[in-house]
Antibody, heavy 120, light 105 residues
Framework: QVTLKESGPGMLQPSKTLSLTCSFS??????????VSWIRQPSGKSLEWLAA???????YYNPSLKSRLTVSKDTSNTQVFLKITSVDIADTATYYC????????????WGQGVMVTVSS | DTVLTQSPALAVSPGERVSISCRAS??????MHWYQQKPGQQPKLLIY???NLASGVPARFSGSGSGTDFTLTIDPVEADDTATYFC????????FGGGTKLELK
């Protein structure tokens, strides 16, 4: 059974660095073709893909946010991390991690999401 | 960015057929996928690569299209289908449509 779960600080101040963790089970990120992505959704709005890391450790970023994002994974291949630097109010959203298998890059399993509020 | 355009809302009666459209700003081959999202929940994959039904999804859902124009069809619509539906392309860096909110009359 594939499950993913996000965790984060809940609230942080503008200009700080946001650190998120995606813990997953039911698959290994070391398996060829596996990818874990981060996607966010401001309340009442659409979805925005942020970043991804694949089984080989290759990293991919949304070009519009690339300078602020860092995605990484742990050595046991059961957690993926995302850091967003210099957050502001526009980064307030629910952040999801999601799995992709193969090259078609659709998201077949999603975490429940973690809400992050940026406020002073 | 590949921009995906969806109509914002639709209202249909249970038992009817509904088609939800998604237009891409450039050709995406068949790399279009559809998700259903209910309030307070994460998105759920319905259709991948334009016309393939995801595991466990009822056969009432179907997808079609290629290039720039894609359609998600629900036939017949049931009360439980009240949700927002998003398209997503993966021909280029992944992007999502704005979502179509489906309401039942």
């Amino acid at each position: 059974q594939v499950t993913l779960k996000e965790s984060g600080p809940g609230m942080l101040q503008p200009s700080k660095t946001l650190s998120l963790t995606c813990s997953f089970s039911g698959f290994s990120l070391s398996t060829s073709g596996m990818v874990v992505s981060w996607i966010r959704q401001p309340s009442g709005k659409s979805l925005e893909w942020l970043a991804a890391i694949d089984w080989d450790g290759d990293k991919y970023y949304n070009p519009s946010l690339k300078s602020r994002l860092t995605v990484s994974k742990d050595t046991s291949n059961t957690q993926v991390f995302l850091k967003i630097t210099s957050v502001d109010i526009a980064d307030t959203a629910t952040y999801y991690c999601a799995r992709t298998t193969g090259s078609s890059y659709y998201f077949d399993y999603w975490g429940q999401g973690v809400m992050v509020t940026v406020s002073s | 960015d590949t921009v995906l355009t969806q109509s914002p809302a639709l209202a249909v009666s249970p038992g009817e057929r509904v088609s939800i459209s998604c237009r891409a700003s450039e050709g995406v081959n068949s790399y279009m996928h559809w998700y259903q999202q209910k309030p307070g929940q994460q998105p759920k994959l319905l259709i991948y690569k334009a016309s393939n039904l995801a595991s466990g999804v009822p056969a009432r859902f179907s997808g079609s299209g290629s290039g720039t124009d894609f359609t998600l069809t629900i036939d017949p619509v049931e009360a439980d289908d009240t949700a927002t539906y998003f398209c997503q392309q993966s021909w280029n860096d992944p992007t999502f449509g704005g979502g179509t909110k489906l309401e039942l009359k």
